[in-house]
Antibody, heavy 117, light 108 residues
Framework: QVVLVQSGAEVKKSGASVRVSCKAA????????IHWVRQAPGQGLEWMGW????????FYAQKFHDRVTLSRDTSTNTAYMDLTSLTSDDTGVYFC??????????WGQGTLVTVSS | EIVLTQSPGTLSLSPGERATLSCRAN???????LAWYQQKPGQTPRLLIY???IRATGIPDRFTGSGSGTDFTLTIARLEPEDFAVFYC?????????FGGGTKVEIK
C-alpha cells in the first residue's frame, strides 16, 4: 500500500531554513504528484505547492513562492520541501501528500516545525 | 486563486442528528473537482468525497456530497459518535489548489 514517511520534528531559530523529507513507497514514485500542505497550531489546512516527480516541474502557492523550494530524488523515491527565512508564523505541521492527478488521497504522518526567536 | 468559504464555522449537534456543511467558491470550480476531508485531532485528513459527490473507498453512505459550480454541500445523514471532527472542502481543479477554512462538528 502507499506509504509516505516524513522526517522528524525540527526546532529552528527565526531566519533559519528547514528541510523536510518525504520518502514514498508502495507505488511508482514518478507516476503521481507530491503536494505539501501546512497546518499551523489549531488552524486549517494550507496548500503550499506541488512537484511532479517525473520531470521535477513545480507550482507554488503565491504566499510561499519566494521562500519554498520543492525537489525530489528519484533514486531514493524521496521528495523534499525547503523553506527559508523562517518566522514564528511558520510554526506548524507540514504534510506531504500524494495525489491521483490532483486529488490528494494519501498523506504522510506530518512533521512538526517549531520556530523560536 | 479560488477562495473557498465554509459555513458555519462550528456546528453543535447531537448523535443521530443530520449535519449540513456548506462550501462556497468565489468562482466556478473546474470540472467540479471539489473534495471533502475529515480531520480528527492529531490525525491526518481522511478523504470522504471527491468530484463533489463520489464517496471515497470505505466511506459510509451516511456521507453525501452535492452541488456544482460554486456551491457545494456535505451532508451527514445521522451523526455517529466517531463523526465529530473538523471537515474541510478542497478544490483541486485549478492550481493553486486551495482549502476552505473548515467546519468543526462538535457534540452538543
Amino acid at each position: 500500500q502507499v506509504v509516505l514517511v516524513q522526517s522528524g520534528a525540527e526546532v529552528k531559530k527565526s531566519g533559519a531554513s528547514v528541510r523536510v523529507s518525504c520518502k514514498a513507497a508502495g507505488y511508482t514514485f514518478t507516476g503521481s504528484y507530491i503536494h505539501w500542505v501546512r497546518q499551523a497550531p489549531g488552524q486549517g489546512l494550507e496548500w503550499m505547492g506541488w512537484i511532479n516527480p517525473n520531470n521535477g516541474g513545480t507550482f507554488y502557492a503565491q504566499k510561499f513562492h519566494d521562500r519554498v523550494t520543492l525537489s525530489r530524488d528519484t533514486s531514493t523515491n524521496t521528495a523534499y520541501m525547503d523553506l527559508t527565512s523562517l518566522t514564528s508564523d511558520d510554526t506548524g505541521v507540514y504534510f506531504c501528500a500524494k495525489s491521483i492527478r490532483f486529488l490528494i488521497e494519501s498523506w504522510g504522518q506530518g512533521t512538526l516545525v517549531t520556530v523560536s526567536s | 486563486e479560488i477562495v473557498l468559504t465554509q459555513s458555519p464555522g462550528t456546528l453543535s449537534l447531537s448523535p443521530g442528528e443530520r449535519a449540513t456543511l456548506s462550501c462556497r467558491a468565489n468562482e466556478s470550480v473546474s470540472s467540479n473537482y471539489l473534495a471533502w476531508y475529515q480531520q480528527k485531532p492529531g490525525q491526518t485528513p481522511r478523504l470522504l468525497i471527491y468530484s463533489a459527490l463520489i464517496r471515497a473507498t470505505g466511506i459510509p453512505d451516511r456521507f453525501t456530497g452535492s452541488g456544482s459550480g460554486t456551491d457545494f454541500t456535505l451532508t451527514i445523514a445521522r451523526l455517529e459518535p466517531e463523526d465529530f471532527a473538523v471537515f474541510y472542502c478542497h478544490q483541486y481543479g485549478n492550481s493553486p489548489l486551495t482549502f476552505g477554512g473548515g467546519t468543526k462538528v462538535e457534540i452538543k
